[in-house]
Each structure stands twice: as structure tokens, then as C-alpha cells.
């Protein structure tokens, strides 16, 4: 095995435990979509932060406990 493929490997292993299935980051919009502290420039109003990238991260959780 090259360096390279050793590389594209352990990435592909580090991007599986870090970014949430599309199914997840769905479910996770969907709900933050209905939420009364969504703001039009798409942050949370409770944590700030942007929620787009936010939903998309497995290890993340809402400040509200919605998800």
C-alpha cells in the first residue's frame, strides 16, 4: 500500500467518525428548520452557531436538547 492510499484510508476512517450521515444531518435541520430560535442568518440565537455546518457534525448537540 502506498502512502497515499494509507492517507485516503485513515481520512475516509476520520471523516466517518466526525460528519453525520445525511440521514442525521436531515433530521437535525428539519428540527432546527421549526425552531423559534433559528435566525434569519441561519445561527442559533442559544450557542450561535451556524447551523448548516452545526447539523452535519455528529458530535455536536443542540443547546436546547431538541436533537
Do not use: H, Y
Amino acid at each position: 500500500m502506498s502512502f497515499m492510499q494509507a492517507l485516503r484510508e485513515k481520512l475516509t476512517e476520520v471523516k466517518e467518525d466526525i460528519i453525520a450521515d445525511k440521514s442525521i444531518s436531515d433530521t437535525r435541520i428539519a428540527i432546527c428548520n421549526s425552531c423559534e430560535f433559528l435566525l434569519i442568518t441561519r445561527n442559533c440565537a442559544k450557542c450561535g452557531c451556524f447551523v448548516d455546518a452545526k447539523t452535519k457534525v455528529l458530535k455536536t448537540k443542540c443547546p436546547l436538547r431538541k436533537w
